[in-house]
């Protein structure tokens, strides 16, 4: 049980494009999706917290009109990188949980590798 | 602010038990999980402790917390090279959310 599904895995573009990633909660409504980014041997950086129908919440220093979160059902929420640069090439992962409160696991997706040339 | 510290490598041989440890800071009561992360993957939840508890067990693993020196281990009895990966401790942040506070992250390597 507690399946995250994140689509696509890998993707590559043109720089300028935007890149629309894909968060899914499989066999559970997820009514909290958090979006994270990792850079090479580094830990994880939370990007935004997103409840069901409500805006994101976006941590220190994330640009929300570059980084657009969507979380209109409780079982996908969306990040689109917006104009994309090199340097928003990262892998991106995303994990959902049935609600905010502490002993509501998250779970995780397996990442997406964003590469813009 | 919560802070959440890890070492960064740990070397065992397969068949041996592999204990990875971890401090945490915040002195509310809070939940503390343990990923693994496997190369080119997302995280996979092991198992998670609340902080009124001293001990976890689940199969081969096994989480310790001493809560006076706020400091956490996972043992992993009877490591396989399967287990090879990068595990992460996180912490939930105060206030009762789910939102973590990750550690950097223990490289586990098992050689024969």
């Known amino acids: 049980g507690a399946v995250v599904s994140q689509h696509p895995s890998w993707v590559i573009c043109k720089s300028g494009t935007s890149v629309k990633i894909e968060c899914r909660s499989l066999d559970f409504q997820a009514t909290t999706m958090f979006w994270y980014r990792q850079f090479p041997k580094q830990s994880l950086m939370l990007m935004a917290t997103?409840?069901?129908?409500?805006?994101?919440?976006?941590e220190q220093g994330v640009e929300k009109d570059k980084f657009l979160i969507n979380h209109a059902s409780l079982t996908l929420s969306t990040l689109t990188v917006t104009s994309a640069h090199p340097e928003d090439s990262s892998f991106y992962i995303c994990?959902?949980?049935?609600?905010?409160?502490?002993?509501?696991?998250?779970?995780f997706g397996d990442g997406t590798r964003l590469s813009i040339l | 602010g919560e802070d959440v510290e890890q070492s960064l490598f740990l070397s065992v041989r397969e068949g041996d038990s592999s204990v990875i440890n971890c401090t945490y800071t915040?002195?509310?009561?809070?939940?503390l999980y343990w990923y693994k992360q496997e190369p080119g993957a997302g995280l996979q939840l092991l198992t998670y402790i609340f902080s009124n508890m001293d001990m976890k067990q689940d199969q081969r693993l096994t989480v310790l917390l001493n809560k006076k020196d706020k400091h956490l281990s996972l043992r992993i009895a009877d490591t396989q090279t399967g287990d090879s990966a990068i595990y992460f401790c996180?912490?939930?942040?105060?206030?009762?959310?789910?939102?973590?506070?990750f550690g950097a992250g223990t490289r586990l390597a098992v050689h024969p």
């Open positions: 994990s959902a949980s049935t609600g905010p409160i502490q002993n509501q696991p998250q779970h």
């Open positions: 997103s409840n069901e129908g409500s805006k994101a919440t976006y």
């Open positions: 915040d002195s509310s009561s809070t939940y």
């Open positions: 996180a912490e939930s942040l105060s206030g009762g959310y789910n939102k973590l506070i």
